[in-house]
């Protein structure tokens, strides 16, 4: 009888492990998850509340997909991990066998300890269900009129668009003295800082969160601010200051732990036939500058093609290429290819240029001693993940890339360049440095 | 489910509509009411005065609309709310305008004189016709037909939509390009170059109404024989438009879909696709995305494109028997030179496209091309014209006159193809099927492009390496209903014989990874196993694996 490989949870990385699985084998593939009957990309769920999508259209692959292709689902929650029967305890106390388990459990939002983090109307954003809670705590500016969101990242600024789609007041408390500048030069925190305001959020930088304050229900009625103590009404606290792995039932499982589940680069855990990927997986150091756990969609579906060669019998290190991401925030596209950091690190300089229209930016990241290009962060301009990739390869000078970026230019047809401007500022800077 | 409540019009944000898009639509209602009025026969007065405001009324009222939608917005994607928005999400608004519109076509299609149509004193118009007779006789110097009002509505659509769309779409320049070129083609082309020319004609000249944009087989009578007489009769300027027509069939439209894909036409050029992609744009994401679909689609545009080159060559082969002094060819030599054709196209392309052609698709061109072939055969021993058909037998006796078999066909195609499809379905089905679903399941022209794009054409929509995150906004918003994300999320490319190069899932993805191209042939379609950002030798391994 073929080997049964189980996968806990059903996301970008689980799903990929089980399609490349199959695409490898025909051992039996089952998949379980807690949170819905079917992969859908939690990416998306933003738009389901915006209208611009409907929960089905959030589903990469149609339903019969997965009997096509001999992947059995299970909805159940696991409780427990009993390695060493090799059995999976559910909720329901039922039991499941495997001989091969694959951990893709994803992560929840972090809760740092704030008094009333837990009343009704608190919450954070990132499963179906919390998707739910949102459009019953916040279904309109009448039921929900005002919102306060807590964490200056890439869920904090997604939340806050989508309230605001429904044209809810939002107020948003970033404990940075500039948004996301842990990750962002100045520059582009600065133009991303306006373009909030810009869309009439209460943006409120360099200010933490004291407390939440709940009315006679234990609904949050206000929060207060660390700083100032000021008191503002609301309705609904979205806590977005980041995600950590979702581990806690595995706490007593003998599977070793950091933040996340602790694997080796072929993605195996301590113990034998226990592999870990995506967002729970917890590298022991952090590959190529990368950090220990990545939080990313691609680097879920990069660990899942890796750990599905090792279980077919290829084993693989998990290898990812150069770093590379993308985000929007708005109305505001950003990519970013190789590493550019919020402050240059030692021998490090950047060439910053931004567009008057102040959408519209880039910086690049080079080794002052010898010229290298070691990165680009760009704004509401589109680049090529190939031609960057091969850039950084073949380890370019940032000379080099400034004159050749037209030829990286991912933009729609007809749309104005900016390669022109953006050399004679780079050549202009060069001259008075 | 709860996450999916559907708010009515009088809702919350986004659904509700602010105090200028209320103005907008009452201009505009209060434009589309003068007409009816008229048609109801309500004696209006001058008919000059109040065609004059009722268009210009329509007109304002869809671009105070827009001003109210987008003015005070800033650049960026505009679909907060299609899905909750009663009139886009197939709601009781979108059900309402379903019908009125479908209703619209039938009347304007088979009931043309209860709009008016010849109904007064000596034929003379009366009712909604008669509302734009002084704009017909402005523009080609005669009364006005149910099909000059269609053609005057239709412009106005595509303008006043159009703008709407523009404003839409402020922060993307391909999107605004395009929606000008089918603005233009439609004014100049469709409207009012065809309706001036009319006036060039007398007793001893005429042209048919030629829109020089409109190709076969999309109009399907293009080679009607009451059409090519007129056009030889009207000697050099009558034969210039026929052979620019043949021309545009077999040279300038294969070369500018080879080039640029068959976007040219279809939303950059096209009336149907005009109207679409501006009055239709609301309903782009209604269009079935499932595996399903599509397969009744392949089935749907080719059977069509099958039964309109056979009709086409029928409808030819039939009058070339009675003349053979007027027409160059007989009955026999073209058919015998239109098979060789159809023959030695197929033989070279599953020759040089034998690896790109899957099983399936090639069983369907052989099927195609034998029953083409077949029925070519039958023409040339038959006497189509002969053939008596009762139509009694098909209308469960509604109609008991007897037609010849070549006149039923084209009767059918007429009614069936032109009429009920691209009309009745095609349009006033936008808000039920989405608003290109004439153009995906029925247009033989865009089967035809859709051939060439699908194996000549440097034409692709590229993916940007690993960057998709598998929203499905692509997919959501395609107007075709191409499963844009399942291609994004393996990083291939895009090369459907369905994409019309709308550039929208472009637009609406989140992560800059899509982009319209014209590019080399060379690596154009190209199927990969794992994504750029993984260790390289490991794609090398998996792409090779599958390769061999």
């Known amino acids: ?433 | 489910m709860a996450i999916e409540r559907n708010m009515s019009l009088t809702g919350q944000p986004p659904v509700s509509i602010n105090t200028t898009q209320k103005i907008g639509v009452l201009i505009g209602m209060a434009g589309l009411f003068i007409l009816l009025l008229a048609a109801l026969g309500v004696d209006l007065g001058s008919a000059a005065l109040w065609l004059t405001i009722s268009l210009t009324a329509i007109t304002a009222g869809v671009i105070i609309f827009a001003k109210g939608a987008y003015a005070h917005k800033l650049p960026g994607i505009k679909n907060d709310g299609v899905w909750f928005k009663s009139m886009s999400s197939r709601g009781v608004l979108g059900w309402i305008a379903g019908i009125v519109l479908t209703g619209f076509y039938i009347i304007l299609y088979f009931y043309a004189g209860v709009l008016g149509l010849g109904q007064g004193v000596d034929g003379a118009n009366t009712g909604l016709i008669g509302l734009f007779d002084p704009l017909s006789y402005l523009l080609k110097g005669s009364a006005a037909s149910e099909w000059f009002v269609y053609g005057t509505l239709y412009t106005i659509a595509i303008l006043a939509f159009g703008v709407k769309f523009m404003w839409k779409y402020k922060h993307n320049r391909y999107e605004q390009l395009r929606t000008i070129s089918v603005m233009f083609f439609q004014t100049a082309f469709a409207f009012v170059i065809p309706e001036l020319m009319a006036r060039l004609n007398s007793d001893t000249f005429s042209l048919p109404y030629n829109d020089i944009k409109l190709m076969w087989p999309l109009n399907y009578y293009a080679f009607d024989q009451w059409r090519v007489d007129q056009f030889i009769n009207a000697q050099n300027i009558g034969l210039f438009f026929l052979i620019l027509g043949i021309v545009t069939i077999f040279v300038i439209s294969p070369f500018l879909t080879y080039k640029y894909g068959k976007r040219w036409y279809c939303s950059w050029v096209c009336g149907c696709g005009g109207l679409a992609e501006t009055a239709g744009d609301p309903y782009r994401h209604l269009s079935s995305k499932k595996m399903s679909a599509w397969k009744l689609e392949r089935w749907m545009i080719n059977a069509v494109l099958v039964f309109s080159v056979v009709m086409t060559t029928a409808v030819i082969s039939t009058y070339l028997g009675y003349d053979s002094t007027k027409y160059w060819f007989t009955k026999n030599t073209f058919l015998i030179s239109a098979g060789a054709f159809l023959v030695i196209m197929f033989a070279i392309v599953a020759y040089f496209k034998r690896d790109q052609l899957k099983n399936d698709a090639f069983k369907g061109a052989v099927i195609a091309l034998v029953i083409t072939l077949a029925s070519f055969v039958a023409m040339s021993y038959l006497r189509f014209h002969e053939i008596q058909i009762n139509a009694a037998y098909f209308s469960f006796g509604l109609n008991t006159n007897t037609y010849g078999l070549d006149g039923a066909m084209r009767t059918f195609y007429g009614f069936g193809i032109g009429s009920i499809f691209s009309g009745v379905i095609g349009t006033g089905f936008y808000p039920i099927l989405g608003n290109r679903v004439w153009c995906r399941m029925g247009c033989p022209m865009a089967g035809i492009l859709g051939i060439q794009q699908r194996l000549f054409s440097k034409f692709r929509i590229t993916t940007n390496g690993g960057q998709c995150i598998s929203c499905g906004n692509c997919s959501t918003h395609c107007e075709m209903g191409i499963d844009v994300r399942s291609y994004a999320q393996k990083g291939e490319n895009i090369v459907r014989s369905s994409c019309v190069g709308c550039g929208v899932c472009s637009a609406v993805c989140p992560r800059g990874v899509l982009k319209l191209e014209n590019d080399s042939l060379e690596g154009r379609i190209n199927p990969t196993e794992v994504l750029l950002g993984n260790d390289v030798d490991l794609m090398d391994y998996v792409n090779n694996k599958n390769a061999s």
């Not at chain 1, 299970?74 to 090799?86: C, G, L, M, Q, S």
């Not at chain 1, 001693?369 to 704004?379: E, M, V, W, Y």
């Not at chain 1, 950084?392 to 933009?411: G, I, K, M, P, W």
């Open chain 1, 1 to 433: 009888m073929e080997e049964h490989i189980v996968i806990i949870g059903n996301g970008i990385s689980g799903v990929t492990t089980a399609r490349h699985i199959r695409k490898l084998s025909d051992k039996k593939i089952t998949i379980i998850s807690a949170e819905t009957d079917h992969f859908f990309s939690r990416t998306a769920l933003m738009y389901i509340y915006m209208g611009h999508m409907k929960y089905e259209h959030t589903k990469p692959y149609e339903n019969y997909f997965w009997k096509k292709n001999r992947i059995e689902l299970k909805r159940a929650f696991v409780k427990n991990v009993d390695h060493a029967n090799k059995q999976l305890q559910f909720a329901d106390d039922t039991t499941m066998s495997y001989d091969k388990l694959v951990l893709a459990v994803g992560s929840k939002p972090n809760k740092f300890g704030w008094p009333g983090q837990d009343l009704e109307g608190v919450q954070g954003l990132y499963s179906y269900q919390d998707l739910e809670k949102l459009e019953k705590n916040a279904p309109n500016k009448s039921a929900c009129n005002r919102a306060v969101i807590v964490g200056g990242g890439l869920i904090g600024i997604e939340m806050a668009e989508m309230l605001r789609s429904r044209d809810i007041p939002v107020t948003f408390l970033v404990r940075e003295k500039s948004f996301w500048n842990g990750v962002l030069p100045d520059g582009e925190s600065g133009m991303i800082n306006r373009h909030i305001k810009n869309h009439h959020i209460d943006l409120r930088l360099g200010t933490n969160l004291r407390e939440i304050i709940s009315d006679e229900n234990g609904r949050a009625r206000a929060i207060v601010i660390g700083e100032t103590g000021e008191e503002i009404p609301c309705n609904v606290v979205g806590l977005t200051a980041g995600v950590s792995p979702n581990i806690d039932f595995l706490r007593d499982s003998g599977i070793e732990l950091g933040r996340g589940i602790k694997v080796n680069r072929m993605l195996e855990t301590n113990i034998p036939d226990i592999y870990a990927v995506g967002d729970c997986a917890e590298q022991h150091e952090g590959i190529n500058g990368r950090r220990p756990i990545e939080a990313v969609w691609y680097t879920g579906r990069m660990m899942g093609e890796t750990v599905a060669q090792t279980i077919c019998g290829n084993p693989r290190q998990y290898n990812p290429g150069h770093w590379f991401n993308s985000a929007k925030f708005l109305d505001i596209e950003y990519q970013t290819y190789g590493w550019v950091f919020s402050k240059p690190r030692e021998g490090e300089t950047h060439f910053h240029w931004k567009h008057t229209d102040d959408t519209k930016c880039i910086t690049i990241n080079t080794e002052a001693a010898t010229g290298k290009f070691i990165g680009i962060n760009n704004f509401g301009i589109r680049m090529r993940h190939e031609v960057f990739d091969r850039w950084l390869t073949e380890e370019r000078s940032t000379d080099y890339v400034v004159e050749h970026l037209a030829e990286a230019n991912f933009d729609p047809e007809f749309f104005k360049h900016f390669e022109k401007d953006i050399i004679s500022t780079y050549k202009s800077q060069a001259v008075t440095a």
